[in-house]
């Protein structure tokens, strides 16, 4: 059985050397490497103070004689909340010319303001103050990666941004912001990210620097710049993710079977169990789990804010923040986006739609719109965000 084994073990081997994503992915790992100094392990970069660099390789193909490249990075830390994903696209005469492009476009990119971070090399402070919170962070933010501009000095785009930014940070200890633009002839791309999250009111700032400063006549051009920050204190929030998604998801596996009140109640205090008595961390868990489905399922478009209800009466007020300042409701968009690309039954989902805030709200507007004789479709409507409410006093923004 062992001399089987050892022959089968051989095959793989074989079969992997002649796989050209297996070569380009060592090419990318090897290259990079040699800039980093690091320790190549398990097909990965160690690198000092607890980071890690993987590498996979999305496409690799050919057109006209030139070899074009996807190659993805994705970067681990035990402070990261979530991995920093960059994908990167390249290109060259051959295999070994776009993996060392992909290498270049990431270092300069995403690293150098990682490296910039981890050495504390010329931190701006951002101050960040929500919901009678303050955070103090450091911004590391150097290079921008151009492709086809010419004869134009590099604009620093995160300063388009600056008065925006604090709005977006909350208690996590690290943030990181992409921003990415793009333009040939009439078509543009622009595109705002925190922490992997598309943030759809952030653009508006681009578009006129787009316009008129963007020259694409003849070429495709892009602009991409990072900036890394760093919350000065330690996270100190008291749950983790790994317990949020483990309730969301046994939470939403309950939510498509409930018929009555009962159920729902019962469904309520299970949650409680599951989030080891968390009452607020739970509420949060109820109220977003059908708004994230109904922004998925029904077709309206919603912006990036947030708005806590506080008070009774008269004395009710409206607190905006943004939703990357509330650290769950991307945890419960994971378990969510999840649970539909399990293909789920129409009946489970509607079943979950139907108890959220938005869902009535859509449905009042288009009945409000039919008496009119007027015809409105979901995606005719935008809302500014999430309006909740959480009933336990000492409620607290993580």
């Not at 095959?11 to 002649?18: G, R």
């Not at 490249?69 to 290109?91: A, G, R, Y």
């Not at 208690?171 to 922490?195: D, G, P, Q």
């Not at 495709?220 to 996270?235: G, M, N, W």
Request: charged content about 30%.
């Amino acid at each position: 059985m062992g001399i089987f084994k050892k022959k089968n073990n051989q095959k793989t081997e074989e079969v992997q050397a002649l796989d050209p994503k297996v070569e380009v992915k060592n090419a990318v790992l090897e290259g990079l490497n040699a800039k980093l100094n690091g320790t190549l392990y398990d097909d990965c970069i160690i690198m000092p103070k607890g980071f890690t660099i993987d590498v996979q390789v999305g496409k690799l193909d050919e057109s006209d004689g030139v070899k074009i490249l996807q190659t993805v990075f994705i970067i681990k830390h035990d402070d990261f909340d979530e991995p920093l994903i960059e994908p990167v696209d390249s290109q060259g005469q051959d295999e070994t010319e776009a993996a060392n492009m992909a290498v270049e476009i990431f270092f300069g990119g995403v690293w150098h303001p990682l490296d910039q971070s981890i050495n504390k090399k010329n931190p701006i402070h951002v101050p960040v103050d929500f919901l009678r919170q303050h955070y103090d962070f450091d911004m590391y933010c150097q290079s921008v990666v151009r492709i086809g501009v010419k004869d134009k000095p590099p604009t620093m785009l995160v300063n388009f941004l600056r008065t925006e930014i604090p709005k977006y940070l909350g208690s996590k200890k690290y943030y990181w912001l992409r921003i990415y633009l793009a333009k040939y002839k009439e078509k543009k791309i622009i595109e705002v990210r925190i922490n992997g999250s598309v943030c759809v009111e952030l653009p508006k700032y681009f578009e006129e620097y787009v316009e008129k400063e963007m020259h694409a006549e003849e070429t495709f051009v892009s602009e991409k710049q990072y900036a890394i920050f760093v919350q000065r204190e330690d996270d100190q929030c008291p749950f983790n993710k790994e317990l949020v998604m483990n309730a969301a998801k046994e939470t939403i596996k309950t939510m498509e079977k409930i018929n009555n009140h009962e159920e729902y109640v019962a469904m309520a205090d299970k949650l409680e169990e599951l989030v080891e008595g968390d009452k607020n961390l739970a509420a949060e868990i109820r109220v977003f789990i059908p708004e994230i489905f109904a922004k998925f399922t029904l077709g309206y478009r919603e912006g990036d804010s947030l708005f806590l209800i506080e008070g009774e009466g008269d004395d009710q007020q409206n607190l905006e923040f943004k939703k990357t300042q509330l650290r769950t409701y991307f945890y419960l968009q994971q378990a969510v986006l999840e649970f539909l690309s399990t293909s789920p039954s129409q009946e489970s989902v509607t079943r979950i739609v139907t108890n959220s805030v938005a869902f009535r709200e859509l449905k009042r507007a288009i009945d409000t719109a039919k008496e009119k004789g007027q015809e409105l479709k979901p995606s005719d409507l935008y809302v500014p965000g999430t309006s909740y409410k959480i009933g336990h006093e000492g409620y607290r923004v993580w």
